[in-house]
């Protein structure tokens, strides 16, 4: 039996994501998708939020599971007994970054294998950094990700513009 991690922020999930996903479930027998436990204010989302917004997109999928971690990722594909680790690529630009990153795991431990899917054509373009830039500037992005990350998206935007408008006028008042 095989079974492959899928690392990454997930800040949030997209529809390129599950591209990789729905592919890397054929290929193996298990895929185990590790939702990178990073400091909260340089992410939009929450691991408990990444988590549960990545289970919701890939309950279709019944050899897949979701968990967060922290840590090196081949210490945690070791200790779920991982061989492989999934990676997506999109351009050259994550070529070289991924490529560094497997030459970095493999002398950590040689064991674990590197498997990077090339995107599909229509998800080559989908960054979750750029989504969150267009849905911020009122751009429709409700055919880039599964819908209830839109709605997700959608109402964390929303918070923060109620916020700074509280803020605003606060500030205006001890003037
Ligand atoms: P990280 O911070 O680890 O890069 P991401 O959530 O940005 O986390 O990406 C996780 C993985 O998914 C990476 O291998 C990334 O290259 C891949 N990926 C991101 N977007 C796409 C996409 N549109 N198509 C294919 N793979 C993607």
């Known amino acids: 039996m095989t079974t492959a991690i899928y690392p990454g922020s997930f800040d949030p999930v997209t529809n390129g994501h599950i591209d990789i996903v729905n592919r890397a479930a054929v290929l193996f027998d298990k895929v185990i998708i590790c939702v990178y436990d990073v400091p909260m204010k340089h992410l939009m989302f929450d ?18 599971q979701v968990t967060p971690y922290n840590g090196l990722t081949v ?17 050259s630009s994550d070529f070289e970054r991924e490529f560094e990153m497997a030459l970095m795991n493999k002398k950590l431990d040689p064991d ?8 599909s054509l229509e998800y080559q373009f ?4 750029l989504l969150k830039e267009a849905c911020e500037l009122g751009g429709d992005i409700t055919s880039l990700v599964p819908g209830h990350v ?26």
């Open 47 to 64: 691991t408990k939020e990444r988590v549960a917004l990545m289970k919701k997109a890939v309950a279709h999928l019944r050899n897949v």
């Open 75 to 91: 210490d945690f594909a070791r200790k779920m007994k991982a061989k492989v680790i999934v990676r997506g690529l999109r351009m």
């Open 112 to 119: 674990v294998e590197l498997v990077c899917l090339m995107t």
């Open 126 to 129: 989908i960054s979750s950094s």
């Open 150 to 175: 839109a709605i997700a998206l959608k109402k964390k935007f929303s918070a923060r513009k109620a916020n700074s408008v509280v803020r605003n006028a606060t500030i205006r008042k001890s003037y």
